[in-house]
């Protein structure tokens, strides 16, 4: 890829990370008691006197980052955590390091195998789930494809999916369990998913935005799906935080824009856990409070489709 190609692709996939978010409109999500807590808040702030014990989470990509301290904090509370990495070493590494209740597991996203080995661990423990966040994701510097399919859909969007399916009786098992899946502002990049050619090849430069809207329609869809149950689903942006997520790319971002890790947690761990969103579903949150997402975000036929269209994809590892 030349230098020019590649700033193009970086600017398209992650280019959004710089520019203001867009103001809440009025009316969204009226009825979502707002928090306290705003863009500086912590992750333990955000978490402070909620007991978690009994309680199991799953948090993906543990090892790193938003995860780790995501993590960190729900054991901090009390919840026992399953912690994912890629390799067991890094999983059994992070979930030492922590103090609390915690249980490490290899999740390769990229390998619908792997996805459906970690859930089959996860359901052998006969638990029900009171948290699951999709929380792992890539930024890549390059395009790259897994089995023809855009890289991006596949780890942030797919495994997900795969992920969250195959643990979906354990979730409505859980008395309130929650989905709380880590998207971004980025969504606002892209104004649809590429139905027609789900390579990537002619849109790469937006596949990590394609792949963030993917994560909320994912969400919004479950959430429509769960409506029956006393489980939710909704979806966050964390805010801009310097984690590893960014070392394939190159710009910089002055460091006096960015949340600190342990802010950049509290919008998960606060949507994970906090009470007064026991009966919110469906919602977008930024800065642990509703904003509005994207028109793309909230169209419910497309979500419909996305559903559809990725359980063909995964249907032989469904099951
Ligand atoms: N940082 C930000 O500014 C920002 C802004 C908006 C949204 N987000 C979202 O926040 C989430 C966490 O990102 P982060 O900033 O904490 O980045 P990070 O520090 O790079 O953590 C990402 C995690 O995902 C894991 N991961 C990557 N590829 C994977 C794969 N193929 N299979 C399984 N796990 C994989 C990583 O594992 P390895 O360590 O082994 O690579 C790591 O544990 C992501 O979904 C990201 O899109 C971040």
Redesign the pocket.
Known sequence: MGLMQRRRFLQGSAGL?LTTQLPAFAGYADDVPRGPFGADATAEQATAGIDLTGKTALV?????????ETMRVLALRGAHVLG????AD?AAEACASVSGRTTPLV?????FDAVAACADQIRAMELPLDIVI??????LGEPRQVDGLEMHF???HL?HFLLVNRLLDRIIAAPQGRVAV?????HRSVVGIEFDDLSGRSWERSA?GH??LA?GLFAFELARRLATTQATANVL???????????HVDFNIPKNR??T?AQ?AATTCYVATHPSLTKVSGVYFSDCNPEEPSAAMRDAAMARRLWDVSEELVRPYLS
């Open positions: 990370a993906t990509g543990c090892n790193s980052g938003i995860g780790y994912t990495a890629r390799t890094k999740l390769e996203l990229a390998d999709p929380n792992a994701g890539v930024l596949v780890v942030n495994g880590v998207g971004s502002m980025a990590y792949s963030k994560n942006h964390p805010g801009v935080i310097d984690t590893n997520i960014f070392r960015f949340k890790i950049g």
